[in-house]
Nanobody
């Protein structure tokens, strides 16, 4: 089992920045891909940024050029740097990790990931 704990959410004005962190613990050797999803009220959960084992990354079109995903392997932590935030970025952000044998889909699907954090709220005001 892998436990994920997010932090770093909050409220900012449009154009501001936030950095989300997700610390993994437990059987971290069993997880490979890590990333971030978000879910706004009344909308489906969508993949935002994924860091794939092997070096590739995925970004949703809506965040390309503004968000950056990175990992600090020694700390089992994945980050999401969010710049140029817009009101439409307002959502609950969830950290996710996938087991190493999972099938990958592009864009990523919820079912591709086995472990989830509890979520951290990001609110962007205009």
């Amino acid at each position: 089992q892998v436990q994920l704990v997010e932090s770093g959410g909050g409220s900012v004005q449009a154009g501001g920045s936030l950095r989300l962190s997700c610390a993994a613990s437990g059987d971290t050797y069993s997880r490979c891909d890590m990333g971030w999803f978000r879910q706004a009220p009344g909308k489906e959960r969508e993949g935002v940024a994924i860091d794939y084992t092997g070096g590739s990354t995925y970004y949703a079109d809506s965040v390309k050029g503004r968000f950056t995903i990175s990992q600090e392997i020694a700390k089992n932590t994945v980050y999401l740097q969010m710049n140029g935030l817009k009101p439409e970025d307002t959502a609950m952000y969830y950290c996710a990790a996938a087991a190493c044998a999972n099938i990958r889909h592009f864009p990523p699907r919820i079912g591709d990931f086995d472990y989830w954090g509890q979520g951290t709220q990001v609110t962007v005001s205009s």
